[in-house]
């Protein structure tokens, strides 16, 4: 029985594995594109958090928005505002509102539709007499039950995982997609993990927090470190993209989702896939709700890369540029890893010694000890070599990163010097876009 047991999920694996392949191209097209998720934090202008709902007049003023509500039946709870070929959605918590920009040829063109995108946000939140922060977390609100927008998922998410689920009701990430091929997928899932210490240590914009200066210079990712295992830098790397599949079902999936009703489970999803079979909806719901630094998007052919912070309002551009240009020359980055550290570079020794940088950097930012002499150095090279391959005039996008380099400052340090001087009222004047 054991053995039926074990080949009929070996079975459902693979069947789940090829169709899974089948949603990425054999290989990535040219150029690699990229898209963005942006999150921002709303508030008023003494820090308090703000609700996204406010916005949605201001958005949908001049008449050519297509909303969509979470309970389209009743439609009482908005979820997402379309328009002028951007997305603003209100996330976990009820003042943090995301702008989703689809994928663009390069960093150039990226910059031309977020600049648009969030000048429209901007006067939106104006407007109804609040702020958008280029920030990571809300500065002086709390997280707590009550900032949970009441979308009919996250009630349940929260009485499955707990205190451990609040965090995203404040932080605020800069989520960056970026083409990737079939051939490539899980190579650059391990080589974007395993490099989420640097990245971290790069962008980290969210030290004030709950109002008070924090223990984290990157606070988001420290406070999320209650969801254990789920978020973060996998345990492990993956073999291959089989394996990743067998990983992720042997998680617990704390949620089912049928059709518009979402109910506790608590159990490995392979429990789940034993009684009904390989079902690719329930895997993908479930994936979506492991929140590691890389992770593959079957539904948009792209990988995620999602450790850094909300950019401040003078760099907003540095963590999407950097994160297209690590995938752009992960190859190169892999072998940086592997000539640093010895050995290689997915070997068990290489990826706790990254595990535990990326815990430094997530306190102490850029002023973490790196791996190895000039790490964050190196990697800023190799990243400047993958966007100039490309010819696209993107490299001037990492000068910012450059600076925090060589000054040892990061955006998480000018907020904590704002908030010192002046409260919140002060940090929110210093990241208000």
Known sequence: MVATSARRFQATVEDLTARLAQRFPPRVGRPRRVGREAEFPLVWPDGRAAPVVRLWDGLRADGTARVRYDDPDRRTVIERVDVGGAGYEVEVGRATVEVVLPPVDDLQALARVSASAVGRLVQAATAAGLRVLGYGIQPRTQARAGLITPKGRYAV?????????LPFTTTASDQVHVDVGRDEVIGVVNVLNLLSGAIIALTANSSVYAGRVGRFCSGREGLLRGLGTRHGMPPRPFADLEDYVRFVCQQPC?????????APYGRPLAVYLQARGPDLDAFLWHEHYLWYSAR???QHATV???PACQ???DDPLAAAALALALVEGWREAQALVADALGGDALGRRAWQAMAAYRRAAITHGIRAPEPAPRFLARVLDVAADALRRRARGEEHLLDGLRRRLETRRLPADDVVTAFRRGGAAALVAARAL
């Open 254 to 262: 704390h949620v089912l989702r049928r059709g518009r009703t979402y």
């Open 296 to 298: 593959p998007r079957a």
């Open 311 to 313: 950019q401040p309002p």
């Open 304 to 306: 995620e890369v999602r």
């Open 157 to 165: 998410f929260y009485r499955s995982l707990g205190r451990p689920w």
